[in-house]
């Protein structure tokens, strides 16, 4: 008994994070994209302002942010990087590959949990839908 | 030949799990490589449960369970959604040069192609898990096979 509902509780967990991750990861709306996905559209931006509604963006001067975000981005990083005290915390583009993410030569797994959590919770769902089904389909014989 | 079986599936899940961000592990380079990598894998896991699906295929509208049916659709969806991913992955990929495959279209198109379909074969792959959860405790030793019946 305490087995069962000690199973049970790991799935709870299960479904709780799988559907925090479904919803973080935006995966209803990206799984469904391609389905309304319209080649003579235009372009709406990110988040589907379009063009004109898009505000400018103004880079903030480095003189200008807080000191705890100039720690962050601080001259020691633009010095490492060979770029300019305004230019810190920026990646050394030129470096890499042009088909490199930043941090490509490190193992990053950081999203993959997310992911992970997602998979869970579709494993964890076809388990409990076999389960009833199938005590469903013994009751009935 | 089972043990072989429970590996593959292992090894493709986890690298099913790595590819789905492209930042993951050691980039897009891996991404890509790994990509093609596990459709072969992919094939040889066909390859290696070969029976089930031709007994499938062979009584699929006459004497088949309702499980069996299921799954075999499940796996026909897994074998579209696989093939979309890397067709797409080939039209949009940046470290290995597919360019003289010619296979048109825009590369927006290929992009929302390769996200959609890969999110919705993640999710496949969780519902095939899901399904033949007796077959993976049985190869664990957690659950005895009943009646000398497999999975």
């Given at each position: ?6 199973f049970?509780?790991f ?14 990861l ?6 469904t ?9 235009p ?8 063009p ?9 001067e ?6 705890s975000l ?11 990087m060979?770029r ?7 990646r050394?583009?030129e470096?890499?590959?042009r088909a490199?993410f ?5 193992i ?7 992911f ?6 579709f ?14 389909r013994?009751?009935?014989? | ?10 090894s ?14 050691y ?15 992919f094939i040889?896991?066909?390859i ?13 509208f006459?004497?088949?369970s309702g499980k ?5 659709v ?12 890397i067709l797409s992955?080939?039209?949009?990929s940046?470290t290995?040069?597919?360019s003289?495959?010619n296979?048109?279209g825009s590369?927006?198109?290929?992009r ?9 074969t ?23 096979v ?6």
């Amino acid at each position: 008994m305490v087995k069962k509902i000690s199973f049970l509780i790991f799935s709870v967990a299960i479904l709780v994070i799988g559907v925090i991750s479904f919803n973080k990861l935006s995966y209803g709306d990206r799984s469904t994209r391609i389905f309304s996905f319209s080649s003579d559209a235009p372009f709406e931006g990110r988040m589907g302002r379009g063009p004109e509604g898009r505000e400018e963006f103004v880079r903030p001067e480095m003189r200008e942010l807080p000191d705890s975000l100039r720690q962050q981005f601080g001259p020691q990083d633009g010095e490492r990087m060979g770029r300019g005290h305004d230019e810190g915390g920026l990646r050394n583009v030129e470096d890499r590959g042009r088909a490199e993410f930043p941090g490509g030569k490190k193992i990053n797994i950081r999203n993959v949990k997310w992911f992970l959590a997602v998979f869970a919770l579709f494993t964890v769902l076809a388990i409990y839908i076999d389960k009833a089904y199938c005590l469903i389909r013994k009751r009935k014989l | 030949m089972n043990v072989y079986k429970f590996f593959l599936s292992l090894s493709l899940t986890i690298v099913m799990l790595l590819l789905m961000d492209p930042r993951s592990f050691y980039g897009l380079s891996f991404h890509e490589w790994a990509g093609l990598i596990i459709g072969l894998f992919f094939i040889l896991h066909k390859i290696l449960n070969w029976g089930w699906i031709k007994k499938v295929t062979m009584s699929f509208f006459r004497k088949c369970s309702g499980k069996a049916r299921l799954n075999y659709v499940l796996d026909v969806l897994l074998l579209a959604g696989i093939t979309l991913m890397i067709l797409s992955g080939i039209s949009i990929s940046r470290t290995i040069d597919f360019s003289w495959l010619n296979l048109g279209g825009s590369p927006m198109f290929w992009r929302v192609m390769h996200t959609s379909s890969s999110y919705i074969t993640l999710a496949l792959f969780g519902i095939h898990l899901g399904l033949h959860w007796n077959w993976i405790l049985q190869r664990l030793h957690i659950k005895k096979v009943k009646n000398g019946k497999e999975n």
